[in-house]
Protein backbone atom coordinates (compact mmCIF):
# COMPACT_ATOMS: atom_id res chain seq x y z
CA UNK A 1 0.00 0.00 0.00
CA UNK A 2 1.71 3.24 -1.24
CA UNK A 3 0.84 6.81 0.91
CA UNK A 4 1.25 9.84 0.12
CA UNK A 5 4.47 11.55 0.97
CA UNK A 6 2.82 14.59 2.89
CA UNK A 7 0.27 12.51 4.80
CA UNK A 8 -0.87 14.22 7.98
CA UNK A 9 -1.61 12.78 11.19
CA UNK A 10 -4.67 12.62 13.72
CA UNK A 11 -3.74 16.06 14.86
CA UNK A 12 -3.56 17.77 11.32
CA UNK A 13 0.43 18.49 12.10
CA UNK A 14 2.87 17.13 8.83
CA UNK A 15 4.31 13.74 9.84
CA UNK A 16 7.73 14.73 8.75
CA UNK A 17 7.62 17.41 11.78
CA UNK A 18 7.32 14.83 14.63
CA UNK A 19 11.28 13.80 14.53
CA UNK A 20 11.73 17.29 15.20
CA UNK A 21 9.66 17.92 18.11
CA UNK A 22 10.68 14.49 19.28
CA UNK A 23 14.06 15.74 19.20
CA UNK A 24 13.13 19.11 21.36
CA UNK A 25 11.59 17.35 24.01
CA UNK A 26 14.44 15.56 24.29
CA UNK A 27 16.72 18.43 24.17
CA UNK A 28 14.34 19.96 26.92
CA UNK A 29 14.55 17.00 29.26
CA UNK A 30 18.35 16.93 29.23
CA UNK A 31 18.61 20.84 30.01
CA UNK A 32 15.88 20.34 32.78
CA UNK A 33 17.85 17.64 34.11
CA UNK A 34 21.50 19.66 34.54
CA UNK A 35 19.65 22.42 35.67
CA UNK A 36 17.73 20.29 38.70
CA UNK A 37 21.15 18.89 39.02
CA UNK A 38 22.95 21.79 39.50
CA UNK A 39 20.58 23.18 41.99
CA UNK A 40 18.94 20.67 43.83
CA UNK A 41 19.78 22.76 47.09
CA UNK A 42 17.73 25.51 45.89
CA UNK A 43 15.05 23.29 44.49
CA UNK A 44 14.68 20.84 47.49
CA UNK A 45 13.46 23.38 50.08
CA UNK A 46 10.45 23.69 47.01
CA UNK A 47 8.80 20.03 47.45
CA UNK A 48 5.96 21.06 49.43
CA UNK A 49 4.60 24.72 47.52
CA UNK A 50 5.06 22.11 44.34
CA UNK A 51 3.05 19.18 45.99
CA UNK A 52 0.24 21.94 47.23
CA UNK A 53 0.44 23.37 43.88
CA UNK A 54 0.02 20.60 41.83
CA UNK A 55 -3.17 19.34 43.50
CA UNK A 56 -4.71 22.47 42.26
CA UNK A 57 -3.61 22.13 38.91
CA UNK A 58 -3.95 18.41 38.83
CA UNK A 59 -7.80 18.93 39.71
CA UNK A 60 -8.50 21.72 37.14
CA UNK A 61 -6.56 20.03 33.81
CA UNK A 62 -7.49 16.09 34.58
CA UNK A 63 -10.19 16.36 31.99
CA UNK A 64 -13.61 16.05 33.97
CA UNK A 65 -14.15 13.04 31.98
CA UNK A 66 -15.66 10.66 34.47
CA UNK A 67 -18.15 12.79 36.60
CA UNK A 68 -21.25 12.21 34.16
CA UNK A 69 -22.89 9.47 36.31
CA UNK A 70 -22.81 10.39 39.98
CA UNK A 71 -26.10 11.81 40.20
CA UNK A 72 -27.20 8.18 38.71
CA UNK A 73 -25.41 6.27 41.71
CA UNK A 74 -26.24 9.10 44.85
CA UNK A 75 -29.96 7.70 43.35
CA UNK A 76 -29.32 4.60 44.82
CA UNK A 77 -28.75 2.99 48.14
CA UNK A 78 -25.71 1.11 49.40
CA UNK A 79 -27.82 -2.18 49.08
CA UNK A 80 -30.04 -1.61 45.70
CA UNK A 81 -27.53 -2.73 43.09
CA UNK A 82 -27.49 -0.32 39.65
CA UNK A 83 -29.06 -1.35 36.82
CA UNK A 84 -28.14 -1.52 33.91
CA UNK A 85 -24.17 -1.88 34.88
Known sequence: MNHPVNESHANGAPS??????IAMLMVVLIVAFYLLREHWGHVSGLWPYLLLMACP??????????????????????????SGS
Not at 16 to 21: V, Y
Not at 63 to 75: K, L, V
Open 16 to 21: RRRPAT
Open 57 to 82: LMHLFHGHGGHGDHARHESHGPDKPV
